[in-house]
């Protein structure tokens, strides 16, 4: 492996000054700074969304909700000795008792997003143990972290159908609408989310064999992608796709070609023109499992919007646009044999643990050091706080 000279005088640099190095299985560099500081950003948005809310949330009557919530008292035995009555927190509601919006709170859980970060190191390399992450849906940090995660449990799930089902061939589909403005955009994933499934239960895709249905798409991931023109001002909502089908289908009579795709697309989704779509086959045989996985990383690039030059105003409102449109959705999911696999192995993107990110299970043996490191305001970078020796920890006992 060739290291680049930048990367030995820089890495010298941050061991002296303790700033964190993390470096991946390809050696190259993790970018835990550049993700803090888009975070950074984006919890700058939300509070300036915040602060522009507050005379629209004052006239609805916008106020925190809490709850009565009883809890035992127990004692070390176990035996009940008390009860207290706490007022937990619900969220906030306006005078006609809808739920709105916390952008002040998701600012500030935004901004603290990932502070502190603890590493084991084993030999050289750090793996991730603790941190504190936001689950803000678009904070940048949070999605780099999930899109590895989803990377990871695709790649697993591909395992799996390689195993079991070798005859099953993807296929990556590409499913657009027209851009729409921010106004639109709910309504329009709205539509493109139930198109969805009018798509998958269409009599195309389950066509009747001897009066059973059959399902052609065996199996099938689904993410969403949202990008934004900055010169139209509009936004793109999409799906990219993984569909699995049985390698009999490229001889059938159920094979589609793009314009059928288009046809059945536009059909779902009700448009009143031809929409793009764009389906392909892998390039390789070898590499497919990876270039599947890949699929799943997409929806991260929504925090590209983010890098784009534009005025802080309009940066907010992007921001507003997105984080309302995309509330409360399921941003990937997986369909047929996919689902059924990922049930199995326990696979719930939504959910999914953003700290550890793939399986590699740490033997505590190996562990040399654990390292925290905390976001230094001052030096705009992680460092070094606390240093714990495990090697001389287990010396020490011994001696003594
Ligand atoms: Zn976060």
Not at 236 to 253: A, Q, T
Request: glycine letters at 4%; one cysteine or more.
């Amino acid at each position: 492996m060739l290291i680049n000279p930048y990367y030995i005088i820089n890495m010298k640099k941050c061991q002296v000054e303790n700033i964190l190095i993390d470096i991946n299985s390809k050696g190259k560099i993790r970018d835990w700074r550049g993700k803090k500081m888009s975070s950074l950003g984006l919890a700058k948005s939300y509070k300036g969304i915040a602060d522009k809310m507050k005379p629209e949330y004052e006239a609805r009557g916008v106020h925190n909700r809490y709850k009565k919530v009883r809890r035992k008292i127990k004692n070390e035995a176990g035996e009940v000795t008390g009860i207290v009555i706490n007022d937990e927190p619900m969220g906030l509601y306006d005078k006609d008792g809808n739920r709105v919006v916390n952008y002040e709170k998701r600012a500030e859980n935004m901004r603290f997003c990932g502070s502190f970060l603890e590493f084991a190191k084993i030999y050289e390399n750090l793996k991730l143990t603790k941190a504190n992450f936001c689950r803000v849906p678009l904070c940048p940090m949070c999605q780099w972290r999930k899109a590895m995660r989803v990377f990871w449990d695709t790649s697993k799930i591909m395992r799996v159908i390689e195993e079991r089902y070798p005859n099953y061939i993807p296929l990556f589909l590409t499913l657009t609408v027209r851009n729409c403005s921010a106004e639109d955009l709910s309504n329009n994933l709205n539509n493109i989310f139930s198109a969805w499934d009018t798509f998958m239960h269409s009599k195309t895709l389950r066509p009747l064999v001897n009066g059973k249905r059959e399902y052609i798409i065996k199996g099938w991931f689904r993410a969403l992608e949202i990008t934004y023109n900055d010169t139209a001002d509009t936004f793109h909502p999409h799906f990219h796709s993984i569909m699995l089908v049985d390698k009999n289908y490229f001889k059938g009579k159920d094979y589609m070609h793009t314009e059928d795709w288009v046809k059945l697309w536009r059909k779902s989704a009700k448009l009143d023109y031809d929409p793009v779509c764009d389906i392909r086959r892998t390039r390789t045989t070898k590499g497919k499992r990876e270039e599947v996985a890949e699929v799943a990383k997409y929806t991260y690039k929504d925090a590209e919007i983010l890098s784009k030059k534009l005025s802080a105003d309009k940066k907010d409102e992007i921001v507003k646009s997105l984080s309302t449109a995309i509330h409360g959705r399921r941003l990937y999911a997986y369909g047929g044999v996919m689902k059924e696999i990922s049930a199995e192995l326990k696979v719930d993107a939504d959910k999914a643990d953003l700290v550890k990110v793939n399986d590699d299970n740490i033997n505590p043996a190996l562990v040399k050091m654990i390292l925290t490191y905390h976001w230094n305001m001052g030096v705009s970078n992680y460092t070094l706080s606390k240093k714990i020796e495990l090697a001389k920890e287990r010396a020490g006992t011994k001696n003594a």
